[in-house]
């Protein structure tokens, strides 16, 4: 999302894209990667569901490109 670390508490995820905070959790397990997303207030809220079809960062780069459009 905004390239730091993650930060994490009761599983759940904290990160700013575009001045927008989002509160969810990623997952992933081979070919198959989720990512589920929220505002505090619930106004914006998405869920990502696809599967990959080469390895390395394509979560992280899927989900980032996702956010940005939204935000």
């Known amino acids: ?7 994490y508490g ?7 894209v575009n001045g927008v905070t989002l509160w969810g959790k990623t997952g992933e ?11 505090l207030d619930g106004r914006r ?4 569901s ?3 079809v080469s390895g390395g ?3 992280g780069q899927m989900t980032q490109r996702v ?3 939204l935000t």
């Open 45 to 48: 809220r998405f869920v990502l």
């Open 10 to 16: 009761l599983g759940l995820q904290v990160a700013t």
């Open 67 to 69: 956010v940005e459009a």
């Open 50 to 52: 696809f599967n990959p």
């Open 29 to 39: 397990q081979y070919g198959y990667n989720t990512a589920v997303f929220s505002t």
């Open 1 to 7: 999302m905004d390239s730091s670390p993650a930060r």
């Open 57 to 59: 960062n394509s979560q």
